[in-house]
């Protein structure tokens, strides 16, 4: 069993930065790409970043490229997301997935992600 725990949300004014961090349990964490995704009220879950288990792949949707930041440490078996910039419409919940096939994709369909983890609240104000 994988359990993926959020961790770092929290409020923000308009332009400030934070860290957010997601804890894998499991030991072969290090295979699997992990996605950030958000969800605002009324929204659609949307992919914001993702990472492939080496670390040396990278996505970013267009919304967020040049303001944030995703990196992981397998040997801790956690992925950040170094949010800076930040804007008022940057103002949702925060989860972390799992891509259970191997290599890196760049997949935004959420159903195709097997292990999520609760959620951090990210609210940033004007």
């Known amino acids: 069993q994988v359990q993926l725990v959020e961790s770092g949300g929290g409020l923000v004014q308009a332009g400030g930065s934070l860290r957010l961090s997601c804890a894998a349990s499991?030991?072969?964490?290090?295979?699997?790409?992990i996605g950030w995704f958000r969800q605002a009220p009324g929204k659609e879950r949307e992919l914001v970043a993702s990472?492939?288990?080496?670390?040396?792949?990278?996505y970013y949707a267009d919304s967020v490229k040049g303001r944030f930041t995703i990196s992981r440490d397998n040997a801790k078996n956690t992925v950040y997301l170094q949010m800076s910039s930040l804007k008022p419409e940057d103002t949702a919940v925060y989860y972390c997935a799992r891509d259970p096939r191997l290599g890196f994709r760049i997949v935004k369909n959420k159903d195709e992600y097997d292990y999520w983890g609760q959620g951090t609240q990210v609210t940033v104000s004007s």
């Open positions: 499991g030991r072969t964490f290090s295979s699997y790409t």
């Open positions: 990472v492939s288990g080496s670390g040396d792949s990278k």
